[in-house]
């Protein structure tokens, strides 16, 4: 919990009892066999019981399940039972009592606990318990939570913090599913590891001779978007075709203006053809034009999805819900080009709709010089003794900021094709180094003694292999609005995401070259644009 609070939603705002359930109707007739009452906290809704019984009513919905934070739990779990709940997830990020309630910001710890034992007294296994690890905070409780399960019919879920508005993320803060499983092994190096079900979200281990077991879910170093079969709907009637993503599309409006069941259909059918292969902010793009053609073509949801454009939306929804399973490809998976050779897009911007672009070769032709290219025949950085002193920037107005900078990696072959196939041990190249892009340009005036700090607004690294040259090249760009310029966060960022490139690649090849780390172009300040020539 954000220690401001969230606003609430107004009641007139959130959907009615029937509403969820003509929705459910909808959906559950189209294939949908699950349907998991999520939150916020589903279960200080007074209906709650009601909406369970309803739901267990509908023909072909195999399974009804609530994730909860579990403070009401043990209270009402007998109700939710008896009208037909058939699975629990809940909430719990610590076992230390003092750091629940720093955590959630009120008491309850000990309700939690009653809520878990509640469920497995009532026959319920695996109860589900969900962990966000984050370093600083619960990290160090891996194994004290992993002992649970000992004794315990659970599945203790350990999730990769995700950043979401609001909880403040730092990559400092995320502990990879790796560390995790390596802490774990070596407390129980017998931890073998369990089959996975199709479109399950979770990697799952049991340790010999314990009751439960435990699981990873992977979302950020490992995604799992090409297998995953899940929409969801917030409570105010949005249809969200990825939990990571801001796209969202108002259900409850077409509802309420009286929408048919088909017109629904379609809707929810666009929508879904809309999902990307990877979360928003961490986003792939493959595309098919020919290499001498430098414009980028948006994929096609349709047969990303493994969904044939000829079929109806109707159609569409209910093949994605029975089961059907994206042909799988490599993580990080080039589409063949018209030449046959590979080539791969990859870009950390967030964009809501399907037509985003990633770094085109287009896009690397020279700038033309636009505005006044004012320049200072003396250092700003340097006193008139010729001593090094930091700029006083304070009665310089505030302006708005923008630089892009860019860096060329030259990995050689055989580095280069295991990069493009992502099978270097080290784990995926791209994305390590986009994530050290962004946290260096956060950080460029810890590195750099007379840089000053800038508070970013926004920060974008791009990556795209060249296969001409066995080459990664690398833009940067940062925007901020403040009195000073933001071209060093953009030259950091380049150039710290080409030197994760190589720290990645070196055990493969010594005989990397980083090169062309220059500024591209500048807006904003006193002294003019600049665009590089």
Not at 26 to 34: I, M
Not at 390 to 395: F, Y
Request: charged share 20%; net charge positive.
């Amino acid at each position: 919990m954000p220690e401001e609070g969230v606003p609430l939603t107004p009641k007139a705002n959130l959907l009615t009892t029937e509403e969820i359930l003509t929705l459910a109707r909808l959906f559950v007739k189209e294939g949908v066999d699950k349907i998991r009452l999520t939150g916020g906290e589903p279960l200080i809704r007074p209906d709650v019981v009601d909406i369970v019984a309803q739901l267990q009513r509908l023909e072909g919905l195999r399974t009804i399940g609530v994730t909860t934070n579990g403070v009401n739990l043990a209270r009402l779990l007998p109700q939710l039972q008896k009208a037909g709940l058939s699975a629990i997830n809940i909430s719990l990020d610590t076992l230390v009592p003092a750091k629940f309630e720093f955590i959630v910001r009120r008491k309850g710890f000990h309700k939690v606990m009653e809520g878990i034992h509640k469920a497995i007294e009532l026959g319920y296994n695996p109860v589900k318990v969900n962990c966000v690890v984050m370093r600083g905070l619960n990290e160090d409780e891996l194994l004290d939570f992993a002992a649970l399960t000992e004794g315990l019919p659970l599945d203790v879920r350990f999730i990769e913090y995700m950043p979401f508005d609001g909880n403040k993320w730092n990559f400092k803060k995320m502990v990879s599913y790796k560390e995790m499983l390596d802490t774990v092994r070596q407390q129980w190096p017998e931890l073998e590891k369990l089959p996975e079900e199709e479109s399950s979200t979770a990697k799952a281990f049991k340790i010999p001779g314990f009751q439960g077991q435990i699981s990873f879910i992977t979302s950020m170093s490992q995604h799992f978007c090409g297998t995953c079969n899940r929409l969801r709907i917030t409570a105010d009637g949005n249809l969200k075709v990825c939990l990571f993503g801001n796209s969202e599309v108002s259900l409850r409006d077409h509802l309420r203006a009286g929408a048919s069941e088909q017109e629904l259909l379609r809707i929810i059918g666009a929508a879904v053809g809309r999902k990307k292969r990877q979360h928003a902010e961490l986003f792939l793009m493959f595309h098919d034009s020919p290499p001498g053609n430098p414009s980028i073509s948006s994929w096609d949801p349709l047969h990303v999805q493994g969904l044939r454009p000829r079929m109806s939306f109707s159609s569409q929804v209910a093949t994605l819900w029975k089961g059907y399973r994206v042909p799988q490809t490599p993580p990080l998976a080039q589409q063949r080009l018209g030449s046959g050779s590979f080539q791969r897009h990859y870009t950390s911007h967030a964009d809501s709709d399907a037509n985003s672009k990633c770094l085109s070769p287009g896009s690397w032709a020279p700038a033309a010089p636009s505005g006044p290219q004012l320049t200072s025949e003396q250092l700003t950085h340097v006193d008139s003794e010729g001593r090094a002193a930091m700029v006083d920037v304070g009665r310089k107005p505030d302006t708005e900021r923008v630089a892009v900078a860019s860096a060329v990696v030259l990995l050689g072959p055989v580095a280069f094709k295991l990069v493009q196939q992502n099978q270097l041990k080290k784990g995926d190249a791209l994305v390590v180094a986009q994530l050290a892009g962004v946290q260096a340009a956060k950080v460029t005036s810890q590195l750099i003694p007379l840089c000053h700090h800038v508070a970013l607004s926004h920060v974008q690294v791009q990556l795209e292999l060249d296969s001409t040259r066995h080459a990664v090249k690398i833009q940067a760009s940062c925007r901020a609005r403040g009195p000073t310029g933001v071209e060093m966060e953009a030259l950091t960022s380049a150039a710290v995401t080409a030197l994760t490139l190589y720290d990645m690649c070196k055990a493969v090849s010594r005989d990397i070259v980083l090169e062309e780390i220059k500024l591209i172009s500048k807006t904003g300040g006193q002294r003019g644009d600049f665009h590089r020539a």
